[in-house]
Protein backbone atom coordinates (compact mmCIF):
# COMPACT_ATOMS: atom_id res chain seq x y z
CA UNK A 1 0.00 0.00 0.00
CA UNK A 2 1.28 3.61 -1.06
CA UNK A 3 0.04 6.47 1.04
CA UNK A 4 0.72 9.86 0.23
CA UNK A 5 1.32 12.91 2.79
CA UNK A 6 0.32 16.36 1.17
CA UNK A 7 -0.67 19.14 2.79
CA UNK A 8 0.49 23.50 2.62
CA UNK A 9 4.13 24.54 3.51
CA UNK A 10 4.18 25.09 7.87
CA UNK A 11 1.14 22.43 8.37
CA UNK A 12 3.59 19.96 9.37
CA UNK A 13 3.80 17.53 7.36
CA UNK A 14 7.55 16.32 7.29
CA UNK A 15 6.45 15.80 11.36
CA UNK A 16 3.88 13.63 10.43
CA UNK A 17 5.90 11.94 8.38
CA UNK A 18 8.33 11.57 10.78
CA UNK A 19 5.96 10.53 13.07
CA UNK A 20 4.70 7.54 11.12
CA UNK A 21 7.81 6.58 9.38
CA UNK A 22 10.78 7.11 12.79
CA UNK A 23 12.89 8.56 10.24
CA UNK A 24 14.62 12.33 11.28
CA UNK A 25 13.89 13.62 7.97
CA UNK A 26 14.38 17.75 8.11
CA UNK A 27 11.61 19.97 8.72
CA UNK A 28 10.95 23.61 8.36
CA UNK A 29 9.50 26.13 10.73
CA UNK A 30 6.00 27.67 10.18
CA UNK A 31 5.75 30.39 6.98
CA UNK A 32 9.34 29.32 6.22
CA UNK A 33 10.77 29.08 2.60
CA UNK A 34 13.02 26.44 2.90
CA UNK A 35 12.49 24.73 -0.59
CA UNK A 36 11.01 21.08 0.67
CA UNK A 37 11.98 17.75 -0.89
CA UNK A 38 10.38 14.63 -1.44
CA UNK A 39 10.86 11.96 1.39
CA UNK A 40 10.17 8.16 1.21
CA UNK A 41 9.61 5.84 4.10
CA UNK A 42 8.60 2.09 4.41
CA UNK A 43 6.93 0.42 8.07
CA UNK A 44 5.37 -2.68 8.84
CA UNK A 45 2.30 -2.90 9.32
CA UNK A 46 1.99 -4.65 13.32
CA UNK A 47 -0.52 -7.47 13.47
CA UNK A 48 -0.41 -9.18 16.32
CA UNK A 49 -1.83 -12.57 14.47
CA UNK A 50 1.06 -12.70 12.38
CA UNK A 51 3.18 -12.73 15.63
CA UNK A 52 1.01 -15.41 17.57
CA UNK A 53 1.50 -17.28 14.41
CA UNK A 54 5.16 -17.34 14.30
CA UNK A 55 5.20 -18.43 18.07
CA UNK A 56 3.35 -21.43 16.80
CA UNK A 57 4.85 -21.93 13.45
CA UNK A 58 8.61 -21.01 13.86
CA UNK A 59 8.86 -19.99 9.96
CA UNK A 60 12.16 -19.29 9.08
CA UNK A 61 11.19 -16.30 7.54
CA UNK A 62 8.18 -14.02 8.82
CA UNK A 63 7.09 -10.79 6.61
CA UNK A 64 4.38 -8.36 7.81
CA UNK A 65 2.61 -6.39 4.97
CA UNK A 66 4.09 -2.83 4.19
CA UNK A 67 3.03 0.76 3.64
CA UNK A 68 5.14 2.90 1.66
CA UNK A 69 5.15 6.53 3.11
CA UNK A 70 5.78 9.67 0.41
CA UNK A 71 6.10 13.21 2.28
CA UNK A 72 5.59 15.39 -1.03
CA UNK A 73 6.39 19.07 -1.40
CA UNK A 74 4.03 21.82 0.47
CA UNK A 75 3.27 23.03 -3.18
CA UNK A 76 3.25 19.96 -4.85
CA UNK A 77 -0.45 19.74 -5.94
CA UNK A 78 -0.49 22.91 -7.22
CA UNK A 79 2.86 21.83 -9.26
CA UNK A 80 0.77 18.80 -10.04
CA UNK A 81 -1.60 20.79 -12.33
CA UNK A 82 0.06 20.00 -15.97
CA UNK A 83 0.17 16.25 -15.53
CA UNK A 84 3.71 16.27 -17.23
CA UNK A 85 5.76 16.69 -14.15
CA UNK A 86 7.73 13.52 -12.11
CA UNK A 87 6.27 15.32 -9.23
CA UNK A 88 3.14 13.96 -10.84
CA UNK A 89 3.38 10.75 -12.05
CA UNK A 90 4.54 10.32 -8.35
CA UNK A 91 1.62 11.71 -6.84
CA UNK A 92 -0.56 9.46 -9.42
CA UNK A 93 0.97 6.23 -7.93
CA UNK A 94 -0.29 6.20 -4.39
CA UNK A 95 -3.20 4.38 -3.48
CA UNK A 96 -4.67 7.04 -0.81
CA UNK A 97 -3.79 10.53 0.43
CA UNK A 98 -3.88 12.25 3.63
CA UNK A 99 -4.26 15.65 3.58
CA UNK A 100 -1.77 16.87 6.58
CA UNK A 101 -4.23 20.24 8.39
CA UNK A 102 -2.68 22.98 10.58
CA UNK A 103 -4.66 23.02 14.12
CA UNK A 104 -1.49 23.92 15.99
CA UNK A 105 -1.73 27.67 15.88
CA UNK A 106 -4.78 29.92 17.01
CA UNK A 107 -5.29 31.19 13.40
CA UNK A 108 -5.60 27.77 12.01
CA UNK A 109 -8.10 26.85 9.12
CA UNK A 110 -7.57 23.68 8.75
CA UNK A 111 -10.85 22.68 6.84
CA UNK A 112 -10.23 25.59 4.85
CA UNK A 113 -6.55 23.95 4.01
CA UNK A 114 -8.50 20.88 3.28
CA UNK A 115 -11.17 22.35 0.47
CA UNK A 116 -8.26 24.35 -1.03
CA UNK A 117 -6.03 20.71 -1.36
CA UNK A 118 -9.14 19.24 -3.00
CA UNK A 119 -9.81 22.04 -5.08
CA UNK A 120 -5.71 21.18 -6.22
CA UNK A 121 -6.35 17.77 -6.93
CA UNK A 122 -9.53 18.42 -9.08
CA UNK A 123 -7.65 21.26 -11.51
CA UNK A 124 -4.69 18.67 -11.79
CA UNK A 125 -7.09 16.32 -12.87
CA UNK A 126 -8.93 18.98 -15.49
CA UNK A 127 -5.62 19.15 -16.80
CA UNK A 128 -4.94 15.48 -17.48
CA UNK A 129 -8.70 14.90 -18.46
CA UNK A 130 -8.93 18.11 -20.95
CA UNK A 131 -5.69 16.76 -22.76
CA UNK A 132 -6.47 13.35 -23.41
CA UNK A 133 -9.88 14.33 -24.74
CA UNK A 134 -8.06 16.54 -27.27
CA UNK A 135 -6.06 13.77 -27.94
CA UNK A 136 -9.15 11.03 -28.09
CA UNK A 137 -10.76 13.40 -30.88
CA UNK A 138 -8.33 12.91 -32.89
CA UNK A 139 -8.40 9.18 -32.78
CA UNK A 140 -10.70 6.49 -34.28
CA UNK A 141 -11.84 2.91 -31.85
CA UNK A 142 -12.45 4.70 -28.53
CA UNK A 143 -16.33 5.43 -28.31
CA UNK A 144 -16.36 4.03 -24.94
CA UNK A 145 -13.41 6.46 -23.47
CA UNK A 146 -14.98 9.52 -24.63
CA UNK A 147 -18.52 9.60 -23.05
CA UNK A 148 -16.57 8.90 -19.97
CA UNK A 149 -13.95 11.24 -19.78
CA UNK A 150 -16.64 13.57 -21.01
CA UNK A 151 -18.81 12.52 -17.98
CA UNK A 152 -15.91 13.29 -15.98
CA UNK A 153 -14.56 16.98 -17.35
CA UNK A 154 -18.26 18.11 -16.63
CA UNK A 155 -18.09 17.27 -12.69
CA UNK A 156 -14.70 18.49 -12.68
CA UNK A 157 -15.34 21.95 -14.31
CA UNK A 158 -17.85 21.94 -11.97
CA UNK A 159 -15.59 21.87 -9.23
CA UNK A 160 -16.51 18.01 -8.15
CA UNK A 161 -14.30 15.02 -7.69
CA UNK A 162 -14.78 11.75 -9.16
CA UNK A 163 -14.00 10.13 -6.04
CA UNK A 164 -18.08 9.69 -4.98
CA UNK A 165 -19.01 9.09 -8.52
CA UNK A 166 -19.81 6.04 -9.55
CA UNK A 167 -18.43 3.63 -12.55
CA UNK A 168 -19.11 0.29 -14.00
CA UNK A 169 -16.14 -2.22 -13.20
CA UNK A 170 -15.72 -1.66 -17.30
CA UNK A 171 -14.73 2.39 -16.64
CA UNK A 172 -13.03 1.56 -13.65
CA UNK A 173 -10.76 -0.15 -16.03
CA UNK A 174 -10.70 2.48 -18.97
CA UNK A 175 -9.94 5.41 -15.87
CA UNK A 176 -7.30 3.14 -14.00
CA UNK A 177 -4.38 4.48 -16.05
CA UNK A 178 -4.87 7.86 -15.17
CA UNK A 179 -4.20 7.43 -11.49
CA UNK A 180 -6.55 10.67 -11.16
CA UNK A 181 -5.98 12.70 -8.08
CA UNK A 182 -9.63 13.46 -7.27
CA UNK A 183 -10.69 9.47 -7.44
CA UNK A 184 -8.12 8.43 -5.02
CA UNK A 185 -9.31 8.02 -0.94
CA UNK A 186 -8.21 10.88 1.36
CA UNK A 187 -7.86 10.88 5.24
CA UNK A 188 -8.20 14.41 6.92
CA UNK A 189 -5.59 14.51 9.09
CA UNK A 190 -5.32 17.54 11.80
CA UNK A 191 -2.11 18.17 13.04
CA UNK A 192 -3.09 19.57 16.57
CA UNK A 193 -1.36 21.41 19.47
CA UNK A 194 0.44 19.87 21.95
CA UNK A 195 -2.11 20.17 24.44
CA UNK A 196 -4.71 18.17 22.53
CA UNK A 197 -2.35 15.27 22.08
CA UNK A 198 -4.48 11.96 22.43
CA UNK A 199 -7.93 13.92 22.36
CA UNK A 200 -9.96 12.69 19.43
CA UNK A 201 -11.60 15.20 16.65
CA UNK A 202 -13.68 18.57 17.97
CA UNK A 203 -17.80 17.75 17.80
CA UNK A 204 -17.34 20.70 15.05
CA UNK A 205 -14.72 19.35 12.61
CA UNK A 206 -16.15 15.76 12.84
CA UNK A 207 -20.00 17.18 11.78
CA UNK A 208 -17.93 18.46 8.84
CA UNK A 209 -15.95 16.06 7.72
CA UNK A 210 -19.53 14.01 7.93
CA UNK A 211 -21.20 16.89 5.60
CA UNK A 212 -17.97 16.27 3.34
CA UNK A 213 -18.22 12.24 3.79
CA UNK A 214 -14.77 11.88 4.64
CA UNK A 215 -12.74 10.00 7.45
CA UNK A 216 -10.58 12.13 9.82
CA UNK A 217 -7.97 11.93 12.11
CA UNK A 218 -6.23 13.96 15.02
CA UNK A 219 -2.77 13.71 16.26
CA UNK A 220 -0.07 16.35 17.90
CA UNK A 221 2.66 15.70 15.58
CA UNK A 222 5.51 17.25 17.30
CA UNK A 223 4.40 15.10 20.78
CA UNK A 224 3.92 11.64 18.79
CA UNK A 225 7.47 12.72 17.15
CA UNK A 226 9.14 13.16 20.39
CA UNK A 227 7.15 9.66 21.67
CA UNK A 228 8.31 7.69 18.02
CA UNK A 229 11.69 8.64 18.84
CA UNK A 230 11.94 7.10 21.93
CA UNK A 231 13.28 3.48 22.40
CA UNK A 232 10.87 1.40 22.50
CA UNK A 233 10.93 0.08 25.84
CA UNK A 234 10.30 3.57 27.18
CA UNK A 235 7.84 4.14 24.36
CA UNK A 236 4.47 2.61 26.28
CA UNK A 237 4.88 3.93 29.92
CA UNK A 238 5.03 7.59 28.27
CA UNK A 239 2.46 6.76 26.31
CA UNK A 240 0.64 5.96 29.52
CA UNK A 241 1.72 9.03 30.93
CA UNK A 242 0.53 11.61 29.18
CA UNK A 243 -2.71 9.81 28.30
CA UNK A 244 -2.47 8.84 24.85
CA UNK A 245 -4.04 5.04 24.31
CA UNK A 246 -1.90 3.61 21.50
CA UNK A 247 1.28 5.27 19.18
CA UNK A 248 0.58 7.51 16.09
CA UNK A 249 1.35 5.00 14.12
CA UNK A 250 -0.59 2.39 14.90
CA UNK A 251 -4.11 4.93 15.02
CA UNK A 252 -3.13 6.22 11.32
CA UNK A 253 -2.73 2.45 9.92
CA UNK A 254 -6.56 1.10 11.35
CA UNK A 255 -7.73 4.32 9.71
CA UNK A 256 -5.56 3.87 6.03
CA UNK A 257 -7.53 0.15 6.44
CA UNK A 258 -10.79 1.67 6.84
CA UNK A 259 -10.23 4.03 4.61
CA UNK A 260 -9.47 1.66 1.45
CA UNK A 261 -11.77 -1.07 2.96
CA UNK A 262 -8.38 -3.50 3.34
CA UNK A 263 -8.03 -6.73 5.11
CA UNK A 264 -4.87 -8.73 5.19
CA UNK A 265 -4.84 -12.66 4.69
CA UNK A 266 -1.32 -14.99 5.60
CA UNK A 267 0.24 -17.91 3.76
CA UNK A 268 2.97 -19.77 4.50
CA UNK A 269 4.65 -20.89 1.30
CA UNK A 270 8.72 -22.26 1.66
CA UNK A 271 9.27 -22.19 5.31
CA UNK A 272 8.11 -18.49 5.34
CA UNK A 273 4.99 -17.14 6.62
CA UNK A 274 3.62 -13.66 5.12
CA UNK A 275 0.69 -10.92 5.45
CA UNK A 276 -0.83 -9.76 2.61
CA UNK A 277 -3.59 -6.55 1.79
CA UNK A 278 -6.29 -6.80 -0.13
CA UNK A 279 -9.63 -5.22 -0.81
CA UNK A 280 -12.13 -6.59 1.12
CA UNK A 281 -14.49 -8.59 -1.33
CA UNK A 282 -11.63 -10.00 -3.41
CA UNK A 283 -12.01 -13.53 -5.06
CA UNK A 284 -9.46 -16.17 -4.08
CA UNK A 285 -8.23 -16.67 -7.24
CA UNK A 286 -7.67 -12.76 -7.40
CA UNK A 287 -6.39 -12.70 -4.22
CA UNK A 288 -3.81 -15.63 -5.52
CA UNK A 289 -2.63 -13.11 -8.54
CA UNK A 290 -1.34 -10.72 -5.10
CA UNK A 291 1.04 -13.20 -4.79
CA UNK A 292 1.47 -14.44 -8.26
CA UNK A 293 0.63 -14.16 -11.59
CA UNK A 294 1.54 -17.33 -12.26
CA UNK A 295 -1.36 -19.01 -9.08
CA UNK A 296 -4.06 -16.44 -10.80
CA UNK A 297 -3.95 -17.97 -14.18
CA UNK A 298 -3.37 -21.65 -13.04
CA UNK A 299 -5.49 -21.64 -9.95
CA UNK A 300 -7.13 -24.62 -8.82
CA UNK A 301 -8.76 -24.52 -5.68
CA UNK A 302 -7.59 -22.34 -1.83
CA UNK A 303 -7.39 -24.58 1.05
CA UNK A 304 -8.36 -21.97 3.90
CA UNK A 305 -8.24 -21.99 7.65
CA UNK A 306 -9.72 -18.94 9.79
CA UNK A 307 -6.96 -17.48 12.29
CA UNK A 308 -9.32 -18.33 14.91
CA UNK A 309 -9.35 -22.07 14.26
CA UNK A 310 -5.33 -22.59 13.53
CA UNK A 311 -4.53 -20.83 17.00
CA UNK A 312 -7.56 -22.49 19.31
CA UNK A 313 -6.17 -26.25 17.12
CA UNK A 314 -2.50 -25.17 16.61
CA UNK A 315 -1.97 -26.85 13.60
CA UNK A 316 -3.04 -27.60 9.93
CA UNK A 317 -3.74 -31.33 11.01
CA UNK A 318 -5.41 -30.59 13.65
CA UNK A 319 -7.62 -27.55 11.91
CA UNK A 320 -8.41 -31.12 9.28
CA UNK A 321 -9.32 -33.56 11.78
CA UNK A 322 -12.07 -31.13 13.45
CA UNK A 323 -13.46 -29.92 9.95
CA UNK A 324 -12.01 -26.09 9.98
CA UNK A 325 -10.09 -26.37 6.95
CA UNK A 326 -12.11 -25.81 3.80
CA UNK A 327 -11.43 -26.42 0.19
CA UNK A 328 -12.37 -23.29 -2.12
CA UNK A 329 -13.28 -22.09 -5.74
CA UNK A 330 -11.83 -19.73 -7.03
CA UNK A 331 -15.13 -17.15 -6.55
CA UNK A 332 -14.90 -17.50 -2.42
CA UNK A 333 -14.46 -14.52 -0.97
CA UNK A 334 -11.17 -14.20 0.86
CA UNK A 335 -11.88 -12.84 4.42
CA UNK A 336 -9.66 -10.97 7.06
CA UNK A 337 -7.49 -13.26 8.95
CA UNK A 338 -8.08 -16.17 6.78
CA UNK A 339 -4.90 -18.67 6.51
CA UNK A 340 -4.84 -19.66 3.00
CA UNK A 341 -2.61 -22.66 0.53
CA UNK A 342 -3.65 -21.97 -3.00
CA UNK A 343 -3.24 -24.33 -5.68
CA UNK A 344 -2.70 -24.21 -9.40
CA UNK A 345 -1.18 -25.60 -12.03
CA UNK A 346 0.28 -23.51 -15.05
Not at 132 to 138: M, T
Not at 222 to 238: H, T
Not at 249 to 277: G, K, N, P, Y
Not at 322 to 332: I, Q
Amino acid sequence: MKVGLIGLRGSGKTTIFNVLTGQKAPTGSYGGSTKEEIHLGVIKVPDPRLDRMAEILHPRKTTHAEIVFTDFPGDSASESRSGQSDLSAQMREVDAMALVLCDFIPEAKPLKEFDDLLAEMILADLAVVEKRLARLKKEKGREKELPLLERCLQNLENGVGLRDLFFTPEEENLLSGFGLLSRKPVLALFNTAEERAGKPLSPAYEEELRRRRIQGLAMSGKVEMEIAQLDEVDRAPFLKEIGIPEPARDRFIRACFQLMDLVSFFTTVSDELRAWTIKRGTAAKKAAGKIHTDMERGFIRAEVVAYEDFVALGSDAKCREAGKLRLEGKDYLVRDGDIVRFRFNV
